[in-house]
């Protein structure tokens, strides 16, 4: 399936984010998750490192690594109890808000792109009162997931936004955002470590979210 057509450039500037380890210190719940499900079928549950090492993958992949023969049932069980527990340990990272807030005020608009399906994107961003700061929440549904753009046009699609940078925590956020034309910013406090991600050659590399802010300057007002 092909990619969307990307926005034109004449539409106002939106930074896209990963969700899970990007704006969110989620992995906790979606490793216990992850982990709960094997325990239902008395299946050998993997560590938490190789848990952690499929994340940013689409669920029904992850659980094929592990046990691909019982993909549909761990995956019903996965989407039954993360809900329920998605907020036992999860947060925004320090700063997280109050940068969503700055961005805002300087004029952008501000898109999530993740490989959460929508539905439970949504849910979670809903739980975690991120909704507020955000334009849109566009999950991965039936159409390929990154490191193809899809997600990011879908995104930018919907706020009729044009792309200036993709914030991820994984190479796939990376390569998704290069495909996409964007400039790409990596964040080393979630699932891939620093040395991975200096792999995937973004534009910035940093331990947090607060150098974002100097690349994004406020806009000047619109005409009246």
């Known amino acids: 399936m092909a990619p969307d057509t990307a926005p034109p450039t004449t539409a106002p500037p939106t930074v896209v984010f990963d969700l899970d380890g990007t704006l969110v210190d989620s992995l906790p719940d979606i490793i216990a998750s992850f982990q709960h499900s094997f325990t239902v079928y008395n299946l050998p549950v993997p560590g938490e490192q190789a848990v952690r090492a499929e994340i940013g993958k689409p669920l029904e992949e992850m659980f094929a ?12 069980e996965y989407r039954r109890h993360y809900p329920e527990h998605f907020t036992d340990r999860s947060a925004p990272y320090p700063g997280v808000l109050e940068l969503l807030s700055t961005l805002r005020e300087r004029g952008y608009l501000l898109a999530v792109a993740t490989t959460k399906r929508s539905d439970m994107a949504l849910r979670f961003t809903r739980a975690l009162g991120l909704t507020s700061y955000l334009d849109v929440i566009q999950g991965t549904d039936h159409f390929p997931h990154k490191p193809a753009p899809d997600v990011i ?4 699609t919907a706020v009729a936004g044009d792309g200036v940078w993709m914030v991820g925590d994984t190479a796939h956020d990376i390569g998704a955002g290069k495909a996409a034309g964007l400039k790409t910013y990596a ?38």
């Open 65 to 76: 690594t592990f046990a691909p023969a019982h993909v549909h049932e761990l995956s019903r």
């Open 153 to 156: 046009y879908k995104a930018l």
């Open 187 to 224: 964040v080393t406090w979630g699932t891939q470590d620093a040395a991975q991600l200096a792999a995937a050659e973004p534009d910035e590399l940093q331990p947090d979210l607060q150098k974002l802010l100097e690349h994004l300057p406020p806009l000047p007002p619109k005409p009246s």
